[in-house]
């Protein structure tokens, strides 16, 4: 069978070296904005977990199985924001090797934190290099229109 290519903008990466892939469009430009509101919501996720964990005694059962199923949730809605965010497939399960996003890691940070501190700068680097060959292409664009004008 052959293959038919597409490009689409879509930049993959590789995660850990595991083939794990994370991909996002650069060339999206309503990206970056979604990327810093998901920011923004899975930091107000750690703080819904800081509150709860003050509010919860952890050696009584009870509140242990609550704290479970509320990180359980937490997972989910940050993993959800992520989704929604970079608006095309990325298996964040896989990606964090099964584990919940905010847990401790040996870095000190928990794993949502070691992912925005790597993917940041490459987002903001890719965006800007679009921004950046989209400005050129289109200054061209005007001087190639003011050529054709000036022959007239």
């Known amino acids: 069978m052959e293959k038919l290519r597409i490009s689409t903008g879509l930049k993959r990466y590789e995660v850990n070296d595991r083939g794990i892939i994370f991909s996002f469009n650069p060339t999206d430009a ?3 904005a979604r990327f810093l509101r998901t920011k923004e919501k899975i930091e107000a996720i750690g703080d819904e977990l800081e509150k709860k964990k003050a ?3 952890l050696e009584n059962r009870s509140d242990s199985e609550e704290a479970a ?4 949730a937490a997972d989910k809605k940050c993993k959800q924001a992520l989704k929604e965010c970079f608006a095309v497939e990325n298996d964040f399960d896989a990606m964090f090797d ?4 905010y847990s401790v890691t040996d870095t000190g940070n928990c794993v949502i934190v070691n992912f925005l501190k790597a993917i940041t700068p490459i987002i903001e680097r890719d ?3 679009y921004t950046k060959s989209k ?3 289109a200054a ?3 001087k190639q229109n003011k050529k054709k004008r000036s022959r007239k």
């Open 30 to 32: 309503n990206l970056y």
């Open 55 to 57: 509010e919860l005694d």
């Open 69 to 72: 199923f509320f990180l359980e």
């Open 98 to 101: 099964y584990v919940n996003c």
């Open 127 to 129: 965006v800007a290099n």
């Open 135 to 137: 400005a050129q292409r």
């Open 140 to 142: 061209s664009k005007v």
